[in-house]
């Protein structure tokens, strides 16, 4: 698994995120994901390789789908009000996959 720096500004009414791999600091992605829309809500679809499949908007939509569910996807949704909540772990919704969450300020 490759390491990765993931930067997330989690606003009042959405999210915008920005990442980069280790061994390529150089090429960091900042998150547009199809839409004109500059922040989404703050929910993610991780495919079973921990990429993104989907964000914001799309996961619920997606989540409905037979392809969603015949796959091993990971979930999560609510993760600024987890963070509220002072957690340092957040799990999927569908319980596959836990995060350890950093916060650096």
Do not use: W
């Not at 989690?10 to 920005?18: D, N």
């Not at 900042?30 to 908007?57: A, C, H, Q, R, S």
């Not at 009000?81 to 650096?104: D, H």
């Amino acid at each position: 698994m490759k390491n990765t720096l993931v930067a997330i500004d989690f606003g009042t009414s959405g999210t915008i995120y920005a990442y980069a791999f280790h061994d390529s600091k150089k090429n960091i992605k900042v998150g547009k994901y199809n839409t004109k829309d500059d922040k989404f809500p703050t929910e993610i679809i991780l495919n079973d390789k921990y990429e993104i499949k989907k964000f914001g908007k799309e996961c619920k939509r997606y989540k409905l789908t037979k392809e969603f569910q015949k796959e091993n996807n990971y979930y999560f949704a609510d993760i600024k009000m987890k963070l509220y909540e002072n957690k340092t772990e957040i799990t999927s919704i569908n319980g596959n996959l836990t995060l350890n969450i950093v916060l650096k300020f």
